[in-house]
């Protein structure tokens, strides 16, 4: 399956009715209804029990719904029974091991699928990669499935494991890594390299998404409303981009026709690396 054309990922817990309401008008294009780290143990089987009224709620503008269920296969088990239904296109799975942990979630995901009489693959899988132990795996982990649609380092608990400070310092290494481990798969590197839950000065964090997605990032998970339309602006291409990626493409077209091994652009000669970016923007522009 292709890699989704995501920018923004919004996670709301699934308790948190108000949020739950509001959600589907804040512009993300993924809503992350929360079954972890929001939702104390005491509120687990709340949550479960409330997902269905909210899939329906935050989707009905077009968002795609995603359920970021919990690690330890005592909860994931019971997570993954609640949450896949048509109504959900994805599940974020935390804290991944190695590719023999999303193998074994695909195959409760598709015994959930089969029961409920699901197309196999409906839902896909967002892989979320928070231990040291883990990193080494990050490109077995990125191939496992066909339900992988992204990979990402989750920034705050990896960098607790790590006792670093959250920041581009501790996490550039193993961003890149999960850059180069998702492209390699074909599906969709998540995240940054600045801190995730730091929401207070979003200038810094508009900078942080700007070098990020220069890295290669393509899309990102926030907490706050705010955070989204500025990741939406800073990992989707920009109207200039787009524009001069079509100017780019129409010009190395008409050069090929004519027989011209060499082409010119804008006081640049273009080669095929050059053009296939420019295709690859206008793919995610649509």
């Known amino acids: 399956m292709p890699a989704p054309n995501w920018r923004s990922l919004l996670f709301v817990p699934a308790t948190a009715e108000k949020f739950v309401a509001r959600a589907h008008t804040r512009g993300a294009d993924v809503i992350i209804l929360d079954l972890e780290d929001s939702i104390p143990p005491p509120a687990k089987e709340a949550a479960r029990t409330a997902l269905p009224a909210a899939a329906k709620l935050v989707g009905q503008a ?3 719904v995603c359920v970021r269920i919990n690690r330890a296969l005592e909860m994931s088990i019971p997570d993954i029974a609640a949450s896949v239904m048509p109504e959900v296109n ?3 799975l935390p804290k991944l091991m190695g590719p023999e942990h999303v193998k074994l979630l695909s195959e409760v995901v598709a015994a959930r699928e089969a029961a409920l009489g699901m197309p196999l693959g409906h839902t ?3 892989g979320v990669v928070e231990t040291p132990q883990a990193l080494p795996a990050l490109t077995a982990i990125a191939g496992a499935d066909p339900r992988m649609a992204a990979l990402g380092v ?3 608990d990896l960098s ?3 006792e670093a400070v959250p920041g581009a310092d501790a996490l550039y290494v193993f961003g890149m890594m999960a850059v180069a481990a998702a492209r390699g798969a074909g599906i969709l590197p998540m995240g940054s390299i600045g801190a995730f839950a730091d929401f207070s000065d979003l200038s810094a964090y508009r900078a942080s ?3 990020s997605r220069r890295l290669g990032f393509g899309c990102a998970a926030c907490i706050h409303p705010a955070q989204v339309p500025i990741i939406n602006e800073e990992y989707g291409p ?3 981009e787009v524009d001069r990626a079509r100017r780019l493409i129409a010009a190395f077209e008409a050069a090929l026709a004519e027989g011209q091994g ?4 804008e006081g640049a000669m273009i080669d095929l690396p050059v053009v296939e970016r420019a295709r690859r923007l206008l793919a995610r522009a649509r």
């Open 238 to 240: 920009a109207p200039a």
């Open 154 to 156: 989750g920034t705050e």
């Open 209 to 211: 998404l700007q070098r």
């Open 262 to 265: 060499a082409v010119a652009f």
């Open 90 to 92: 994805v599940l974020m």
């Open 160 to 162: 607790t494991e790590l």
């Open 62 to 64: 077009g968002a795609d």
């Open 124 to 126: 896909r899988f967002i």
